[in-house]
């Protein structure tokens, strides 16, 4: 099945950016959409952005406006940027592919395939 490997994290300065990308192999044309989730450790992972297989975007309120995800269907590689980074965006940034539609955007449960995580940290 899909298979997805995340990199591009880091530790930045608040206000600062950073780019993160997805290479993601396998049976990607069956994919509804791809997402970027979030997760500190002890708490739920968050659901940040998700872009579908038309091109339609979503994005937590708490992002928009400062991040950008996208993708580049040549080369198969998932992106988020982002952008004017606060200290409460620290967290593990995880991609992850959705095969079907139903239900919101943000539950985690709906999406079958998950990389392993790249770490952001955002320090005052």
Same mark, same amino acid.
């Given at each position: 099945q899909v298979q997805l490997v995340?990199?591009?994290g880091g530790s930045v300065q608040a206000g600062g950016s950073l780019t993160? !990308?997805?290479?993601?192999?396998?049976? %990607?044309?069956t994919a509804y959409c791809l997402a970027w989730f979030r997760q500190v450790l002890g708490k739920e992972r968050e659901g940040v952005a998700s872009i579908e297989s038309d091109? %339609? %975007?979503?994005?937590?309120d708490s992002v928009k406006?400062?991040?950008t995800i996208s993708e580049d269907h040549a080369k198969n590689i998932l992106y988020l940027q982002m952008n004017d980074?606060?200290?409460?965006? !620290?967290?593990?940034?995880?991609?992850?592919?959705?095969l079907r539609p139903g239900g919101p955007w943000t539950r985690q449960s709906l999406y079958h395939m998950w990389g392993q995580g790249t770490e952001v940290t955002v320090s005052a």
């Open positions: 995340e990199s591009g993160l !990308s997805c290479a993601v192999s396998g049976y %990607t044309d091109g %339609t %975007t979503s994005y937590v406006g400062r991040f980074l606060k200290i409460g965006d !620290s967290a593990m940034y995880y991609c992850t592919a959705r």
